[in-house]
C-alpha cells in the first residue's frame, strides 16, 4: 500500500525556519514527481512545490520562491521542503503528495504536518 | 482569491443529484489543461476523486462523474448519500501562474 507520513511541523516565530520530511513507502519513489501541497486553516488548498524524480527539477508558487526550497534523498525514500523567512501567511497544514506528471494531479496524500508561525 | 471558482456550498437531499462547478480562463482551463477533483472530510487529507477530467481512480463509486466545457470544469454526484457530505476541491494547471492552481473548495450538505 502506498504511504506518506509527514514530519516536522510544528510553532514558529516570524522570520524563523523549519525544515519538514516526508517518508514514502509502498511504491518506487524515485520513479514520480513529489510535492508540497498546504491548507491554511478553515481555507482551500493551494500547491507550494513540485521537484521532478531526479531533484533536478522544481517549481515553486509565486509567495514561497526565494524562502523555500523543495528537495528529496531517494536513497532514503524522503522528501523535504526547507521553510525560511516564515511569515503568518505560511501558517497551514502542510500535505506531501505523489505526483503523476510534472504538474498533473496528486494521488495519494499523506496525513498533513501543521506549521504555525506565530510570536 | 482562487484561481478557479467554485461555489462556497451546494446541497441535495439522498437520492438526488448535485453539480459542482469549476470556473477557470483561458490560461488554465480554456486552454486545454486537465481537471482533477478531491474529495476532502473534516480533519483528513484530500483523496483523489476524478482524474483528467473525467476519469475515476479505482475504488471511486460510478456516482461521481467529471466533465470539461469551455473554460469551466463540473463534478457532479448522482444518488446522492449521507456519506458524500464533504469538501470538494477542483484543480488544474495555470499556463500564465506556470504552476498547479486549485478552486477555493466546495462543502457539499445533503439534507
Known amino acids: 500500500e502506498v504511504h506518506l507520513v509527514e514530519s516536522g511541523g510544528g510553532l514558529v516565530q516570524p522570520g524563523g525556519s523549519l525544515r519538514l520530511s516526508c517518508g514514502a513507502s509502498?511504491?518506487?519513489?524515485?520513479?514520480?514527481?513529489m510535492s508540497w501541497v498546504r491548507q491554511a486553516p478553515g481555507e482551500g488548498l493551494e500547491w507550494v512545490a513540485n521537484v521532478k524524480q531526479d531533484g533536478r527539477e522544481e517549481y515553486y508558487v509565486d509567495s514561497v520562491k526565494g524562502r523555500f526550497t523543495i528537495s528529496r534523498d531517494n536513497a532514503k525514500d524522503s522528501l523535504f521542503l526547507q521553510m525560511s523567512r516564515l511569515k503568518a501567511e505560511d501558517t497551514a497544514m502542510y500535505y506531501c503528495?505523489?505526483?503523476?506528471?510534472?504538474?498533473?494531479?496528486?494521488?495519494?496524500w499523506g496525513q498533513g504536518t501543521l506549521v504555525s508561525v506565530s510570536s | 482569491q482562487s484561481v478557479l471558482t467554485q461555489p462556497p456550498s451546494v446541497s441535495g437531499a439522498p437520492g438526488q443529484r448535485v453539480t459542482i462547478s469549476c470556473t477557470g480562463n483561458n490560461s488554465n482551463i480554456g486552454a486545454g489543461y486537465l481537471v482533477h477533483w478531491y474529495q476532502q472530510f473534516p480533519g483528513t487529507a484530500p483523496k483523489l476523486l476524478i482524474y483528467d477530467d473525467s476519469s475515476r481512480p479505482s475504488g471511486v463509486p460510478g456516482r461521481f462523474s467529471g466533465s470539461k466545457s469551455g473554460t469551466s470544469a463540473s463534478l457532479a454526484i448522482t444518488g446522492l448519500q449521507g456519506e458524500d457530505e464533504a469538501d470538494y476541491h477542483c484543480?488544474?494547471?495555470?499556463?500564465?501562474?506556470?504552476?498547479?492552481?486549485f478552486g477555493g473548495g466546495t462543502k457539499l450538505t445533503v439534507l
Open positions: 509502498g511504491f518506487i519513489f524515485s520513479s514520480y514527481w
Open positions: 503528495a505523489r505526483t503523476i506528471g510534472v504538474h498533473s494531479f496528486f494521488d495519494p
Open positions: 484543480q488544474s494547471y495555470d499556463n500564465r501562474m506556470r504552476g498547479v492552481v
